[in-house]
C-alpha cells in the first residue's frame, strides 16, 4: 500500500496488528489490514471469476487499482482482495461509437485505458496522436487512469480548461456483483454510468476500462511563485491577494496546485493555449504585489515559462520525485466561489488559522462549474488516536467556514460525522437505489461509501 498507514490494524484494546519496514522497532510481522488472499486479475475473465467467487463465498471483498487510497477503501482485515494493476490494454480510437448508440453519436479521438493504466502510460499514448488528456498529475504519475480517480469525480490541472475525469468519460466497463460485464454509458445502462462518474470506486462494481475522449494538444505557459515571509503578517497579505484572484485565474482557465502557512507560499499553475504576453498580463500584478509586501522579507522567485504542449510541462515537473502516497490522514472542503470573491480575507484567516501547511488546489472553476495529518511508522493507537483528534479540529474550521459544503471523496478525512452528505449531498438517494440494483446483496462495500451506513465500522456485519 503507498499510503501505509491502512495497512494496520488497531483492536478495541489499542493494540496494533502491523508488518513494519522499520524491523528496527522490534515488532513481529502480522497481517494487519493486508488482505489475505487474492486474485492478480489480467483479464476480465479473471475479475468475473473472482467476483462470483467471492460472493458465493460470502467474502469481504476489496478492490485495488493501483497507486494510493487516503481513505483505505482498497484493502481490509481479513478480505479477499481483485488487483487490477495488471488490465493494461490501450485502445486509441479516431472514431468511437458507445455502445447502444447510434452511428451518428460518435466521438473522435477517444482512447480506452484498462483498470490498470497508470497516468504516465495514458500521456505517452495520446502524445503518440498529438492530443491530451484530463488525468492526474502526481510524482511520476502513478495514479491510476480507470479506478479510483475516475470514480471519485478525477480533478486536474486541466480541469478549468476541460472539465472533471467525469465530465470527459464516454463510457465504462464495469463486473458487477452477479459477474456480469457490463458496458455503461449514456446509452446503456445510464444509471449506473451516472453512478460511476463520482459514487466512489469499490462500491457499484469492478471498472474494467474507461474510454474518455481527448482534446487537442497545444501550447500552454505555466507560472511559478516561491516566497519564504519573515512576517506571518506579510505571508497573510499575500496569500489574501493569492485567494482573492482566483476567481479570475478559473476564468482564464489557469489551473494548478499551491500550498501555504503563516510564513510562506508555493505555487504552479498553468493555462492552456494562451500567450506568453496574456500569462504575464495576468500575473505579473500578483507578482509585483508580492514583492512589493515583501520588503521585510526575501524576495519571492516569480516566473512564468512557455512550453510547446502538456506533455512538456507534465514530463518537466512530475516525471521525478516520491510517489504520492504517504503515512498520512488528510481532510478537505470544496470552497465556493462566491465566497471567494465576497470574502477572501475570511478564507485567508481561515485557512492560515489551521496548522501546518495547507493545501490550495485550483481545479474547479472555468469549464468545472459550468457542468453539471501524518504519523511515524510504529505510533501507538493513542498517537494516532491524538492526530484524528487534531485533523478532526481542523476540518471542524473548514465546516464552519463553508457549512454544508462538500469535500473531494479521493482526498478527504476518513472520519467525517455525515459522509452522505459530505461526499455526495443530494445525489446520495438516487446513488443508493442504483447501489441496490446492482450490487443488492452489498458485495462491494468501502469505507464512507454509499450503502456503508448499513455495516458495523469493520464493514463486515450488517447493523
Known amino acids: 500500500m503507498q499510503s501505509v498507514n491502512w495497512e494496520t490494524f488497531i483492536f478495541g484494546n489499542g493494540t496494533i496488528d502491523a508488518c513494519y519496514s522499520n524491523t528496527a522497532l522490534g515488532f513481529p510481522c502480522e497481517q494487519g489490514s493486508i488482505p489475505n488472499i487474492g486474485v492478480d486479475a489480467h483479464s476480465v475473465e479473471d475479475v468475473q471469476a473472482a467476483v462470483k467467487f467471492a460472493s458465493s463465498h460470502d467474502l469481504r471483498l476489496v478492490v485495488k487499482n493501483t497507486g494510493h487510497d487516503y481513505l483505505g477503501r482498497s484493502t481490509a482485515r481479513g478480505s479477499f482482495l481483485i488487483w487490477t494493476h495488471h488490465l493494461k490494454n490501450i485502445t486509441y480510437h479516431e472514431t468511437f461509437v458507445p455502445a447502444g448508440a447510434g452511428p451518428s453519436t460518435s466521438h473522435s479521438n477517444a482512447i480506452t485505458l484498462g483498470a490498470g493504466v497508470q497516468w504516465y502510460e495514458a500521456y ?85 476500462s474507461v474510454t474518455y475522449q481527448t482534446h487537442p494538444s497545444v501550447p500552454l505557459v505555466g507560472a511559478f511563485f516561491s516566497g519564504n515571509f519573515t512576517s506571518p503578517e506579510t505571508a497573510k497579505g499575500v496569500i489574501t491577494e493569492f485567494i482573492r484572484i482566483h476567481p479570475y485565474l478559473a476564468g482564464a482557465g489557469w489551473g494548478g496546485y499551491s500550498f501555504f502557512d503563516n510564513s510562506s507560499l508555493n505555487a504552479f499553475y498553468v493555462a492552456l493555449n494562451t500567450s506568453w504576453e496574456a500569462a504575464n498580463a495576468t500575473w505579473l500584478p500578483f507578482f509585483d504585489f508580492a514583492r512589493n509586501a515583501s520588503t521585510d522579507s526575501p524576495s519571492p522567485q516569480t516566473f512564468t515559462v512557455p512550453f510547446d504542449s502538456f506533455f512538456s510541462w507534465y514530463r518537466a515537473l512530475f516525471s521525478g520525485g516520491m510517489q504520492v502516497g504517504t503515512n498520512v490522514y488528510l481532510g478537505s ?124 465500522p469493520s464493514l463486515n456485519c450488517r447493523r
Open 124 to 208: 505517452d499514448a495520446v502524445e503518440a496522436h498529438g492530443r491530451i488528456l484530463v488525468g492526474g498529475l502526481s510524482a511520476r504519475a502513478s495514479v491510476g487512469a480507470a479506478g479510483g480517480w475516475i470514480s471519485g469525480g478525477g480533478h486536474s490541472a486541466l480541469s478549468p480548461s476541460h472539465g472533471l475525469g467525469i465530465d470527459n468519460a464516454l463510457q465504462f466497463t464495469v463486473v458487477v456483483a452477479s459477474g456480469r460485464h457490463i458496458t455503461a454509458n449514456a446509452h446503456s445502462h445510464p444509471d449506473l454510468f451516472w453512478a460511476l462518474r463520482g459514487g466512489g470506486g469499490g462500491t457499484f462494481g469492478v471498472i474494467t
Open 333 to 456: 472542503r470544496l470552497i465556493p466561489t462566491d465566497l471567494v470573491e465576497s470574502d477572501h480575507a475570511k478564507v485567508t484567516e481561515t485557512l492560515l488559522a489551521i496548522d501546518g501547511v495547507t493545501s490550495w488546489h485550483a481545479i474547479a472553476g472555468g469549464e468545472v462549474s459550468k457542468r453539471k495529518a501524518s504519523s511515524a511508522e510504529g505510533a501507538s493507537a493513542a498517537v494516532i488516536d491524538a492526530a484524528k483528534v487534531r485533523l478532526t479540529s481542523k476540518v471542524n474550521k473548514l465546516e464552519a467556514l463553508v457549512p454544508g459544503a462538500g469535500a473531494y471523496f479521493n482526498e478527504a478525512f476518513p472520519f467525517e460525522k455525515n459522509p452522505q452528505r459530505t461526499f455526495f449531498g443530494h445525489h446520495y438517494g438516487r446513488l443508493r437505489l442504483i447501489k441496490l440494483q446492482y450490487d443488492p446483496k452489498g458485495l462491494f462495500v468501502v469505507a464512507n461509501g454509499v450503502g456503508s451506513e448499513d455495516w458495523d
